[in-house]
């Protein structure tokens, strides 16, 4: 099934503490890891939501030429000391990795590491235009990787959580500045064929919605369409009369 979220990445200062509190408050179990001397990675899940969680624990100087052959590995602090916790990386898997690359690359996005096979694993990834958020996209076999995705192991006891609390991910919200909301959703548009559609009779496409009273926040929604092949076809949500 192309053309959907495959999992969110966290960059975060206390791997253990994050995966703790994920466990034990919101139902997820861990289920595969990575390791090297310069990084630390989780997967946990519930239901069909998938986090990756990254420590930093070493600099991207560290990085050898085995490395660059490897399933990416990206922070929201690049070679910087980590200051801040952050959900950075919205990884997607495609129908084709590399024509998404080139209309990114046509758009004047970012390219921040080029296509590769990685285990028989299709994979780049690419700059958003909005802040600090990557995209991780993979084009995965027909048949599921052994162990999530290569590079990972899975973790010993890996069963269905019967605590879980969620089924699915539902939607992904940016924050952004005033005014940035048309100019994002136009990228998103152009690189990935996001269409707008509305939340509420009370929006419009220019102005989408504002939720007023104590949280006085601003609203666009847009989506990516079931079907690959239309958002490779750039649909439109049909304006209103």
Same mark, same amino acid.
């Given at each position: ?7 969110? !990445? ?13 466990? !034990? ?31 930093? &624990? ?19 602090? @690049?070679? =910087? ?7 950075? $990386? +919205? ?8 024509? /998404?690359? =080139?209309?990114?690359?046509? $758009?004047?996005?970012? /390219? ?7 285990? *028989? ?11 600090? +958020? +990557?995209?991780?996209? /993979?084009?995965?076999?027909? !048949?599921?990787?052994?162990?999530? &995705?290569?590079? #990972? ?27 940035? *909301?048309?100019? /994002? %959703? ?5 690189? #990935? ?6 939340? $509420?009779?009370? =929006?419009? &496409?220019?102005?989408? %919605?504002? %939720?007023? =009273?104590?949280? @006085? ?5 847009? !989506? ?18």
């Amino acid at each position: 099934m192309p053309g959907y979220i495959h999992h969110i !990445e966290w960059c975060v200062r206390d791997l253990e503490k994050t995966k703790r509190k994920l466990i !034990e408050h919101y139902g997820f179990e861990e289920f595969a890891r990575r390791h090297k001397s310069w990084f630390q990675q989780s997967a946990v899940r519930s239901g069909q939501t998938i986090f990756i969680l990254t420590q930093k &624990l070493g600099l991207d100087s560290q990085r050898t030429a085995a490395d660059a052959e490897s399933y990416p590995i990206t922070f929201c602090c @690049g070679d =910087e000391q980590h200051t801040c916790d952050s959900v950075f $990386n +919205v990884c997607l898997a495609v129908h084709d990795v590399d024509h /998404i690359t =080139e209309r990114v690359r046509s $758009n004047n996005g970012r /390219i921040l590491r080029e296509p590769a096979t990685i285990q *028989s694993v299709r994979t780049a990834v690419v700059g958003s235009c909005c802040g600090n +958020v +990557v995209h991780t996209i /993979i084009q995965a076999p027909e !048949e599921p990787f052994e162990h999530f &995705l290569p590079g #990972f192991q899975a973790v010993a006891g890996d069963v269905a959580c019967p605590n879980a609390v969620t089924s699915h991910m539902d939607h992904v919200t940016y924050v952004c500045q005033t005014g940035e *909301s048309h100019g /994002i %959703i136009d990228w998103y548009r152009r690189c #990935f064929g996001m269409v707008r559609f509305l939340v $509420n009779p009370k =929006e419009t &496409l220019d102005d989408g %919605i504002v %939720i007023e =009273e104590e949280v @006085g926040m601003r609203m666009m929604v847009g !989506e990516w369409m079931s079907e690959w092949l239309c958002r490779e076809n750039g649909i439109q949500f049909p304006m209103s009369t």
